[in-house]
């Protein structure tokens, strides 16, 4: 016996189909929004920045899982009491050397920052890359990270005064203590 449906059954069955799709397309908006307030809260100014570099929020929340999904498989560990006296140490050297050799100082703060990163377990690379892999770590300290990079490699007519030298000093500092702590730091989710 041959199916016949009537124009009322083909007007509900249409009217279902376009429910359905409806709602499958809210469901999915609703998770795309969930998922941008997420990656916007734990990146702060860093979303910001990438939004600006990537032309799209969209581009940038894919880069900035990108990177949550690269320092998800990074071996991260805590320093031992050992290590982290011995950085310190390393730190107050530095400080006392500002004085005399501010240009010197900025730059051995800059080579420590690399150095207490590679203990804890990043990887060595450029200072992008670095920086990158720390924001999903440490999204918090970034602005100031970046500046005190930028003033500390500045050279020729452009070379940063004491003043900024001393400015990025304090930002390394802020930096070096944030890297420093014992306390866990914010959980690294990777991509949904």
């Known amino acids: 016996m041959p ?10 069955v249409s009217f279902l189909i376009v429910l359905g799709v409806i709602i499958i397309l809210g469901v999915f908006i609703a998770i795309r929004k969930a998922r941008s ?3 916007k809260a734990h990146f702060g ?5 990438a939004v600006l570099e990537h032309g799209s929020a969209q581009a940038a929340e894919s880069r ?3 990177r949550e999904t690269r320092v998800g498989a990074f071996k991260l560990r805590e320093l031992s009491a050992t290590e ?3 950085f310190l140490n390393e730190w107050n050297g ?9 240009r010197t100082a900025a730059l051995e703060a800059d080579d420590l920052i690399n150095s207490l990163l590679e203990a804890r377990g990043y990887p060595r690379g450029s200072f992008e890359q670095r920086a990158a892999d ?9 602005e100031n990270y970046r500046s005190a990079h930028s003033i500390a490699v500045r050279t020729g007519p452009q070379e940063a005064t004491t003043e900024e030298l001393r ?26």
């Open 3 to 12: 199916l016949h449906i009537t124009d009322s059954q083909s007007v509900v």
């Open 37 to 39: 307030k997420r990656i």
């Open 45 to 49: 100014t860093e979303y910001d920045r």
């Open 64 to 66: 900035l899982s990108e």
């Open 84 to 86: 982290r006296e011995r």
């Open 94 to 102: 530095i400080q006392a050397r500002f004085l005399d050799h501010p």
């Open 134 to 142: 720390i924001s999903v770590t440490y999204p918090s300290v970034m």
């Open 167 to 192: 400015t990025a000093l304090i930002q390394y500092r802020g930096t070096f203590d944030y890297l420093l702590q014992v306390a866990k730091p914010v959980a690294v989710r990777t991509a949904a």
